[in-house]
């Protein structure tokens, strides 16, 4: 595991690389620079694909495809800006001021002489457009980002259910449908959610997607078979992202789609090597109750004093994964797709698990700041316990970055660094999940 991706050209239609995977004829040698991998990182011999990044302005998207085309891959963002709309809607930009669009991709070019391309379409409602653009570009490889991200602003109202479930799930099917009638064999590459699981207290390490169950089949004996994981969605997003592991499932049954699905965890950090490069390449750093991440809107309330605010008790505990690591894991998953007609391959793409009210206590200390008790918003338990496998990212060469105070204060520095663009009225999680819950306001604050 882990071994370097060397390939051999076999034929003008296809390339085969160690590990077994045919790789289409777009495909070229390329030496690259792989990040934090184990093994001889520097030196590998990669394979250069086409790869369109669907969402590829937001959040995980932009870094994502920075790091790829940093790699040399041909790669194409295809988004409809939706997320900025977003920001407009709500009234709380950005902490970090975003480039538009084609000044971040001017900037790229300049400081790496890498081309992105970018394709405004939207990918829920525009089918046509879509499948065009996979017939015209036939990208190898189709990372998935285009989904409505927040769990908070999912429960906002009816109207913003309606529009997640309509978004999400339309553009996941969406995609699926265009690749086949595209004929092409494209692999699909999804960013899912550690919340398909639950936040419960499982009692048990949460499996890589698949459980091994037996079941009690009377006289017939017991029947041992392994199914996808239960789900136990605590959200409307979190909803669509369950809804998508079962058209993912069928797809891969029924068309022979080949499927990776990444059940990642929550966001921390905002600096990617290639986001450094140049201001205009800065990523987002969503700080207001609806997007902001919870150990980002601590470093960010810290920064501009104001009270770290944590939920209820702040017994919940989550999965972490620094935003490099994130891009990383996308690289491996590119790199190490499922042959056509096997299962989707389900990966945790998390690093590490924290208790909330642990994490305010730690950034409290580093800072100085205050740690505040507010109303949950959020209709979920007070208190669990999270333990969950993550063998195969690890397996497969990721070397994680773990929670350290250093990166911490860098967060807290791009935070104090911008702190004049934060609107403190947008910090309190004011979405409800029922009438019976109270939004999550600190004493003092409006």
Known sequence: MGAPLVVERQSATSIVCSLGVAVSGSAQRRISDSGNLRGNAFEERRVSVKIAVLGGDGFCGWPASLHLSDLGHEVVIVDNLSRRRIDEELGADSLTPIAPIDERLAAWREVSGNEIGFENIDVAQDYDALLALLQRFQPDTVIHFAEQRAAPYSMKSPAHKRYTVDNNVNATHNLLAAIVESGQDIHVVHLGTMGVYGYGTAGMKIPEGYLDVQVDAGEYGTVEQQILYPTNPGSIYHMTKVLDQHLFAYYAKNDELRITDLHQGIIWGTNTPQTLRDERLVNRFDYDGDYGTVLNRFLMQAAIGYPLTVHGTGGQTRAFIHIRDMARCIQLAVENPPARGERVKIFNQMTETHRVRDLAELIGRLTGAQVQMVPNP??????????????????????????????????????????????????????????RQSEGVPQGQK
């Open 378 to 435: 959020r209709n979920e338990s007070a208190e669990n316990e999270l333990h969950v496998v993550n063998d195969a990212f690890l397996d497969l060469g990721l070397e994680p970055t773990k929670l350290e105070e250093g990166l911490l204060v860098e967060v807290e520095e791009v935070a104090k660094k911008y702190a004049d663009r934060a609107d403190r009225s947008k910090i309190p999680a004011r979405s409800l999940w029922t009438a």
